[in-house]
């Protein structure tokens, strides 16, 4: 289990992008988050619309109150003016508290309906993305996209655009209100406004951004370390290393709680002076001083100060949701970035033929593949593959053997040259056919949460009890399953905690159900404890009977048996042959094989000084 933990925020590089780039990066996110927004856009303009209403009403009472004041420093007074205008401000307050929370509960239900459709989008989109994306990527990250960015949404959905309005309508008609009593006043009034818009666009500053970049990547790593710590807690305690992991674990909380402290502390500071320039009391001490200064050079009459008093201390409340909410909407544009990314990652395309008898004949014809431009993995590979025979694939750690057995089931597209089967290009294949006509088994074995008898079903949802009994019997794992709490219904990780040599078993069972022509296999036994090494490899000998077969190998005397061996060296073949032939011809097999047979003489001379 490693963890890659960067060094502490503190001696972070490459967190500061140049203006260019950082520009770019904006506009990359306001794309982002038009397009993401763009199926709730139209309801949320509705909602808008409510608010800047709401906003208007907000106002209104408090100038209803002060031409009530007015009144009553007239002489006489005009009571029923005065309750006419103290009825219509309550009037007026209590329809703008309905349409706040119409609003409100507008934009949540739009909310919630859209992260539904959102992770039944990216769901159905997880499902067309070739496979190997996920091998590149940890479940962490995986949950991050379905969970953790749809639900960082939220604040861009159910608040941002609301908060914006009213932060806008709210100003402008006090403003406008006030400018028609005494613009002197006003432009004092918009001091404390100005200061809390120089100081709000320090927290949104260049540096705060790269601090809640930096805190993102921390946060992310911290959830890869906990779920890779906890899902390999066995293994490293076995080996006496829990130390270790919990050291990676722990670093990487830390580096997160640095993270924290360096974006939030900056943050604290100038928000609480923002917060503090648009607080009434201050306000009204800035309304108070330009009045008083006003009234004694003449220039102001001391009864216009009364609506700068009552409707001028408000209008900075409407500007605090913009700081509050500022983390939450630039949390929002990255997740909204991040998840437009992976709704333009490339899909596995289709143009689906009429189904054909698949007999199993596979061809790769001039493949080529590359990871990334001007890096290729293969080159140049021609190889048929026939019905009741095993090809294996061996060659030195980074030869290509492992990336040439996953673009057979299309865990990747190639690069050029195409892969056919009975002359069909697998391109032409939908998915669920594709998965019917070829299976494959890995060392690395996925069991989903759930029963024995749902992962098994996975292979052929129609299967009946006695096809799954015949293909758990062939596989060597139908008396431990029977052994379980409740047999085939049995939970994994509930009721039943299954060695790696079961679980591959298991997966073998399910790939005897799946009963696919082609059949891709990555050295099952590799990893499998030696109690259970045996019945695995009878397990596999059941598997391939009969089926066209392409097998990774590891260890070369368990392939010793097989039809053909083709060698791969830099990314193309080199060798081929039968092992006898191979080994009589000196090359690049035969050295691996001296290589094998020294590791397996080491191995034996510690099993008997033991």
Request: overall charge negative; hydrophobic content about 50%.
């Amino acid at each position: 289990m490693t963890v890659q933990v960067a060094p502490p925020p503190g001696v972070e590089s490459g967190n500061r992008l140049p203006k260019a780039a950082a520009k770019a990066q904006k506009q990359r996110e306001a794309l982002a988050r038009k397009e993401i927004l763009a199926p709730v856009s139209g309801m949320l303009t509705v909602a808008s619309l409510i608010v800047a209403v709401a906003s208007v009403c907000s106002v209104v009472p408090f100038l209803l109150i002060v031409a009530a004041c007015r009144e009553l420093l007239n002489t006489p007074v005009d009571t029923d003016r005065v309750w006419w205008l103290f009825g219509a401000a309550v009037v007026v307050l209590v329809a703008r508290a309905l349409l706040q929370a119409v609003a409100l509960t507008w934009s949540h239900a739009v909310d919630a309906g859209y992260q539904l459709t959102l992770r039944r989008l990216l769901a159905g989109k997880l499902t067309r993305v070739p496979l190997g994306w996920f091998g590149e990527r940890s479940s962490g990250e995986v949950k991050n996209y379905l969970r953790d960015d749809v639900e960082a949404l939220h604040y861009l959905v159910a608040h941002a655009r609301l908060e914006f309005v009213g932060a806008l309508v709210v100003p402008l008609v006090t403003l406008g209100y006030l400018f028609t009593v005494d613009w002197r006043l006003t432009l004092v009034l918009l001091i404390p406004l100005i200061a809390y818009f120089v100081l709000f666009g320090k927290i949104m500053d260049r540096d705060g951004r790269d601090r809640l970049a930096v805190y993102t990547r921390w946060e992310r790593r911290t959830a890869e370390a906990t779920i890779e710590f906890v899902d390999g807690i066995q293994v490293v305690r076995a080996f006496g290393q829990a130390g270790k992991a919990h050291k990676e674990f722990q670093d990487a909380v830390d580096g997160q709680v640095e993270a924290a402290h360096r974006m939030k502390m900056p943050i604290i500071r100038v928000q609480s002076a923002s917060d503090i320039v648009v607080m009434p009391v201050f306000v009204m001490l800035a309304v108070v001083l330009g009045g008083l200064a006003g009234v004694g050079l003449g220039w102001v009459d001391p009864l216009d100060m009364l609506p700068f008093l009552l409707v001028g201390l408000g209008i900075g409340s409407s500007l605090l949701g913009l700081g509050y909410g500022s983390q939450a909407l630039r949390a929002g544009g990255a997740a909204a970035l991040r998840l437009h990314e992976l709704m333009q990652t490339p899909e596995l395309e289709t143009a689906a033929t009429p189904a054909t008898t698949q007999t199993g004949i596979v061809v790769f014809d001039g493949v080529e593949f590359a990871y990334r431009t001007g890096h290729d993995v293969l080159r140049g590979i021609d190889l048929e593959l026939t019905p009741g025979t095993i090809t294996a694939l061996v060659g030195p750690s980074g030869s290509g053997k492992s990336t040439l057995a996953k673009l057979l089931p299309r865990f990747y597209d190639v690069g050029a040259g195409r892969i056919t089967i009975d002359g069909r290009d697998i391109r032409e294949f939908t998915s669920e056919e594709l998965y019917r006509t070829v299976g494959f088994v890995f060392q690395d074995v996925r069991l989903i949460r759930g029963t024995i008898r749902e992962n098994l079903l996975l292979a052929s949802p129609a299967a009946d009890d006695e096809a799954i009994e015949r293909a758990t019997r062939a596989a060597q794992i139908h008396d431990r399953i029977l052994a379980l709490p409740r047999g085939y219904d049995s939970e994994i990780g509930v009721d039943a905690t299954l060695s790696g040599g079961e679980a591959q078993r298991l997966s073998i069972a399910r790939a005897l159900l799946a009963d696919t022509p082609v059949l891709v296999l990555d050295e099952a036994t590799a990893f499998a404890d030696p109690e259970s090494e045996a019945a695995v490899q009878d397990a596999l000998a059941a598997l391939v009977a009969g089926r066209t077969v392409l097998v990774i190998a590891h260890r070369l005397h368990t392939i010793t048996g097989v039809d053909r061996i083709l060698v791969l060296d830099n990314g193309a073949i080199v060798e081929q042959g039968t092992h006898p032939e191979l080994r009589a011809a000196g090359g690049l097999y035969q050295q691996l094989w001296e290589i094998n047979e020294a590791a397996l003489g080491t191995l034996a001379l510690v099993e008997e000084t033991r």
